[in-house]
């Protein structure tokens, strides 16, 4: 079985500044996504980025960046130039490429972004 | 607008009572899911649908029960088999489709047994 850890349960930064979370899963698959959901104060999840484990490159989404390094089963999500709208829960999420009804999710890292 | 719902937001029940979530989208997609998710864990599966009239246990599936009559509907029961029922649920979908494995979600329910 899959699973994902998350081994910052509380993050802080000041705005502005950049901060990484780290995630790291175990898995015998070659082939599978992982994603980062964001869960804001209103709970509601929100995709933020996604990596396809076949791909080499590194997905990126605005200010939002991942270093994904398959050898090591790690998969960190990097914030540049943190808002105060960052706030949030962030959930690491695995999921195998021919079974995707099987996300498997981390535990979790509550972000706060200080003014 | 296209997307997920779940009603109510907030639910309250009795020990000993059944109680139904609702959840309902738009998306047209396939599957769809529930979860719940407690303090300081991530989100565990509960029971999940692929296609209409068939449903899978996830990993926590004991005391809960659900149906899938209809493409854009998926209720969750929390039946008094289920100890300690307390929790926020939520909601996903996706499309069955290879390669694209996103699920979006609903914006969930509390439930609390008082």
Same mark, same amino acid.
């Given at each position: 079985?899959?699973?994902?850890?998350?081994?910052?349960?509380?993050?802080?930064?000041?705005?502005?500044?950049?901060?990484?979370?780290?995630?790291?899963?175990?898995?015998?698959?070659?082939?599978?996504?992982?994603?980062?959901?964001?869960?804001?104060?209103?709970?509601q999840?929100?995709?933020?980025?996604?990596?396809?484990?076949?791909?080499?490159?590194?997905?990126?989404?605005?200010?939002?960046?991942?270093?994904?390094?398959?050898?090591?089963?790690?998969?960190?999500?990097?914030?540049?130039?943190?808002?105060?709208?960052?706030?949030?829960?962030?959930?690491?999420?695995?999921?195998?490429?021919?079974?995707?009804?099987?996300?498997?999710?981390?535990?979790?890292?509550?972000?706060?972004?200080?003014? | 607008?296209?997307?997920i719902?779940?009603?109510?937001?907030?639910?309250?029940?009795?020990?000993?009572?059944?109680?139904?979530?609702?959840?309902?989208?738009?998306?047209?997609h396939?599957?769809?899911?529930?979860?719940?998710?407690?303090?300081?864990?991530?989100l565990?599966?509960?029971?999940?649908?692929?296609? %209409?009239?068939?449903? =899978? !246990?996830?990993?926590? &599936?004991?005391g809960?029960?659900? $149906?899938?009559?209809?493409?854009?509907?998926?209720p969750?029961? %929390?039946?008094?088999? =289920? !100890?300690?029922?307390? &929790?926020?649920?939520?909601?996903? $979908?996706?499309?069955?489709?290879?390669?694209?494995?996103?699920?979006?979600?609903?914006?969930?329910?509390?439930?609390t047994?008082?």
């Amino acid at each position: 079985a899959q699973t994902v850890t998350q081994s910052q349960p509380e993050m802080s930064v000041q705005e502005a500044e950049t901060v990484t979370l780290s995630c790291t899963y175990d898995t015998s698959e070659n082939n599978y996504y992982l994603f980062w959901y964001k869960q804001p104060p209103s709970r509601q999840m929100i995709l933020v980025i996604r990596q396809e484990a076949y791909k080499q490159q590194n997905a990126t989404e605005n200010r939002f960046s991942v270093n994904f390094q398959k050898a090591a089963k790690s998969f960190s999500l990097k914030i540049s130039d943190s808002q105060l709208g960052d706030t949030a829960m962030y959930f690491c999420a695995f999921s195998r490429a021919d079974n995707n009804n099987d996300m498997r999710f981390g535990a979790g890292t509550r972000l706060t972004v200080k003014p | 607008d296209g997307g997920i719902t779940q009603s109510p937001k907030y639910l309250f029940r009795k020990e000993g009572q059944n109680v139904t979530l609702s959840c309902e989208q738009n998306l047209n997609h396939d599957a769809m899911y529930w979860y719940r998710q407690d303090p300081g864990q991530g989100l565990r599966l509960i029971y999940y649908s692929q296609i %209409v009239n068939d449903f =899978q !246990k996830g990993d926590i &599936a004991e005391g809960y029960s659900v $149906s899938r009559e209809k493409k854009e509907s998926f209720p969750l029961t %929390v039946t008094s088999a =289920q !100890k300690n029922p307390t &929790a926020f649920y939520l909601c996903a $979908s996706s499309i069955e489709r290879t390669g694209v494995n996103e699920q979006f979600f609903g914006p969930g329910t509390r439930l609390t047994v008082l």
